[in-house]
């Protein structure tokens, strides 16, 4: 090689490609060793890349020996097409070369599409033919997302409130110079602010902000979106203003009635009740996206989102009221006398109906928009009532296992004929009396949160060796995923790998990196010789790493 360096190629595209493919491989064969012959759930979604190409990743649920639910992404693939039938062959494509058994698959998540959890010829059906066992959990996230959507459909005030918001954002944040004007307008205020002494200083605070622009996709990206507006308010009324003033034009004029739509009190009405209902169900989305999150806290924090609505609806109206006749003052907006009749906008007043602005904000805006809301909840979160999540809840270990019932939960392993025969039921029905009345006299789960703190309690103090019938009703819920949240970050990786200046990197290639990316903690564990033996025996080469 001294003789003829040119031949030396270790600096090659196609060596590189050799190099992350082995470690890849490596981190791969890692992560199968990681699982070796527990169950587990898939996680799967598709998505398109920077060069328009359906890819689809895939993520493996399962829990460790030590009770940690973990979650590991194990590649991406290109599929031709999204049918059924395409992503059904993937998937036995890969558990074929990873010694997967799909008789060890618990569960699978999917998002709402028809072929993934159509009833006929869906993914999961084609999945749950050959292996009933394998539960379909529809992603919460991504229901909670559709209710949120539903009741922006369906009610037009909301609907038009939106639009509103989204081209003042748009209008605002349309160039450089309205830009700057506005952070100028932002720092005038806090100088004058500082100056009067009722701004509350210290580290971190009072930092520079702009307008958030809210996701088509994500429409709990619009909370953060309708905190901007809150917080930004009067100086958005004054770069528009500016721009009115500046010269008679389209964007004059789009700008002076953005200014006559936001400065009304109906606009603030409806900024603080969505203001309320996204900070609902933002807290519950970000709750529900946590890795290790299990399907009885999951839900039981859908139960406690209904709950804050339903009090809301009944006991709410008053104080939003209030916080948007205070903000409509602060900021000189009328605010109209809720005993007076309400005139729809555009109608005689001898045509209109009688009723008061009251009975139009609280029952045709504020009782309809929350009922909706609820009503889509309850619809999308059907799962929660089925025999098998109902079952689940029996395990939670809060109150003391004030929830534990018996017979749903030999009911539970009913579900599972594979793993608990008529024998081992037997024997569950026993152990699940002594079982209640030992971690209720043990001050070791005495102050436990949740089916997963459960489970690492009981492989520390190794009873889930004397409980192991149990023990494996804990593991099942622990499985049983929640959302594909895994999946939606490996696509937000995707992006950044295959950005626009690589829009042309083979898909093996993309798919590696990503493994390697993603799992770096366990990549960053192996032994560079096991990587360096595997490039070595990939092919005959010349030289020697």
Known sequence: MENAPGNLKLLAPCIQKDLVSACALETLDSIMDGIKDRFFSILMDEARDVSVKEQMAMVLHYVDDKGHVIERF???????????????????????????????????SYDGASNMRGDLNGLKTKILREQPCAYYVHCFVHQLQLALVAVAKKNIDIASFFATANSMV???????????????????????????DCLITGRGLNQEISLKRAGDTRW???????????????????????????????????????????????????LFLMKVILGLTNDVSQALQRKDQEIVNAMALVKSCKEKLY?????????????ASSFCDKHHIDVPNMEEAYILPGRLRRNALIKTN????????????????????????????????????????????????????????????????DEDCLALEDQLEIYIHYVCSSSDFSQLEGVGDLAKKRVETRMHQVFNYVYLLITLSLILPVATASVERAFSVMNIVKGPLRNKMGDQWLSDSLIVYIER???????NEAIMLRFQNMKHRRGQL
């Open 521 to 527: 903690d366990i990549f960053t564990c192996i032994e």
């Open 311 to 323: 009090w809301m609806r009944n006991n709410g109206f008053d104080a939003l009221v209030n916080e």
């Open 170 to 196: 748009n209008h605002v944040g349309a160039s450089c110079k309205r830009r700057d004007l506005l952070r100028g307008q932002l720092q005038e205020e806090l100088v004058i602010a500082f100056e009067n």
């Open 74 to 108: 194990v590649g991406i693939q290109h599929v031709t097409d999204t049918t059924s039938s395409s992503l059904k062959d993937a998937i036995d494509t890969f558990f074929s070369h990873n010694g997967l058994s799909l008789s060890k698959l618990w569960g699978q």
């Open 358 to 421: 009251r009975h139009h904000y609280r029952v045709e805006l504020f009782i309809y928009v929350i009922d909706e809301q609820i009503t889509e909840l309850e619809d999308r979160f059907n799962e929660v009532n089925t025999k098998l999540l109902i079952c689940l809840a029996c395990l939670s270990s809060k109150n003391s296992f004030v929830a534990f019932d018996r017979p749903k939960l030999l009911r539970l392993a009913q579900f599972y004929p594979q793993d608990f025969s």
């Open 220 to 270: 709990n990206s619009h909370y953060g979106t309708l905190i901007s507006i809150i917080s930004m308010f009067s100086s958005v009324i004054h770069v528009l203003q500016m721009v009115i003033d500046d010269n008679p034009n389209d964007s004059a004029g789009e700008a002076n009635k953005l200014m006559r739509d936001i400065r009304t009190f109906e606009f603030v009405l409806h």
